[in-house]
């Protein structure tokens, strides 16, 4: 007998689990389907990159004398101009604008929302054709009416409302979360859908890949240098050493590692004594969909979800992925770079 396979789009996907939603309902829904629709439009760039040289380079007109965007610039405006029609954002914090950005438009006055997103992470790698990702993390806002302020912000990883990232690889997927389990959704290019393909997706309690930029060895503390002998030491019973694996695009590492199981440490180098990764729109994302998945999220020695922000760009060193071999790190970590950041 003929069986039709059942194929869930987001669009679909959201309105059946709004019960899972703490709060307004629709609005939120509304909110993730713009971002689903922005990941698909910054999608189709993306995959025209590699044309740039017959289109143009960005900075010089194209063909049709239009002016050539850089990729992370459009991705940016993509993003903005779906959450400010949407009407559900009343600001976004955008790794690519010094400032929040306050959406004026009529039609966010009671918008309930603000996103912090880095629009194009990794976007050094488009030029070699490698995988970039867009990430994003959704709060409440807390100023209950007027314009948006700073405050609205300065919430704790734990507060975010959802997150999600989208990477733009040999397929495009968009990952979120409500705090209610995360579910993963494979761009099918022939319908212009997402369609849910991982399913309540949890990552591996351990794995056998670690990723780290070992080029900043020696300006790593002790505890990751001790953490990386580990990594590469003998042991039949846990599976060592563990495959080194670093893309350079956060997203693209942090998917795999989910799917596979393993470790990716950005920590503090003494070029970067904050770390490199931003709290608001790189970290505190990805650390809720890690939790969200049975995984864990440090820097180094707390909680990066618990991490307290003061400004929109902070940095934080970043310890993320499956919770055994978080917890080895932190261990590491403890014993010989005993100062927490
Ligand atoms: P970006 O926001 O400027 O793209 O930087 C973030 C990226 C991450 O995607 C990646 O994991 C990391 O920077 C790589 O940094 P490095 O080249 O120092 O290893
Ligand atoms: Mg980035």
Redesign the pocket.
């Known amino acids: 007998m003929y069986k039709p396979n059942k194929v869930i789009t987001l669009g679909q996907f959201i309105i059946e689990r709004q019960t899972d939603f703490p709060y307004a309902k629709g609005e939120l829904s509304r909110l993730l389907r713009d971002i689903g629709i922005a990941a698909k439009i910054v999608n189709r760039e993306v995959n025209k990159a590699g044309l740039v040289d017959i289109l143009g380079e960005a900075g010089t007109d194209n063909v049709q004398g239009e002016s050539q965007k850089k990729l992370d610039v459009y991705a940016n405006e993509q993003f903005i101009a779906a959450l400010s029609s949407g009407g559900e954002t009343c600001a976004v914090a955008s790794?690519e604008n010094e400032e929040m950005i306050n959406i004026e438009s009529a039609v966010s006055k009671n918008a309930k929302y603000v996103v912090a997103i880095?629009p194009l992470?990794?976007?050094?790698n488009i030029d070699v054709n490698v995988s970039v990702?867009t990430i994003f993390s959704i709060y409440r806002r807390t100023t209950l009416t007027g314009k948006s302020d700073l405050s609205d912000f300065m919430q704790k990883g734990t507060d975010q409302i959802a997150a999600g990232y989208v990477i733009y690889g040999s397929s495009t997927m968009l990952v979120y979360t409500t705090g209610k389990g995360v579910n993963g959704f494979t761009l099918d290019p022939s319908i212009g859908e997402f369609c849910l393909s991982h399913p309540d997706m949890t990552i591996p309690k351990t794995g056998n890949i670690y990723s780290i930029?070992e080029g900043?060895y020696l300006h790593f503390p002790d505890g990751v240098k001790k953490y990386m002998k580990y990594c590469q030491e003998e042991d039949a019973a846990t599976k060592r050493p563990y495959a080194s694996r670093?893309?350079?695009?956060?997203?693209a590492?942090f998917h795999r590692n989910m799917l596979k199981g393993g470790i990716?440490i950005?920590p503090t180098t003494t070029k970067s004594p904050k770390g490199?990764?931003?709290l608001m729109y790189?970290c505190n994302p990805l650390a809720m969909i890690i939790e969200q998945a049975g995984g864990k999220a440090s820097d180094g020695f707390n909680r990066i979800l618990d991490i307290q922000p003061t400004t929109l760009h902070q940095r934080t060193p970043l310890f993320i992925g499956s919770s055994d071999m978080v917890n080895k790190a932190e261990e590491m970590m403890t014993r010989y770079s005993q100062v927490s950041v």
């Open positions: 790794e880095d992470d990794g976007s050094s990702g930029n900043n670093y893309v350079g695009s956060l997203v590492d990716y950005y490199k990764l931003r790189e």
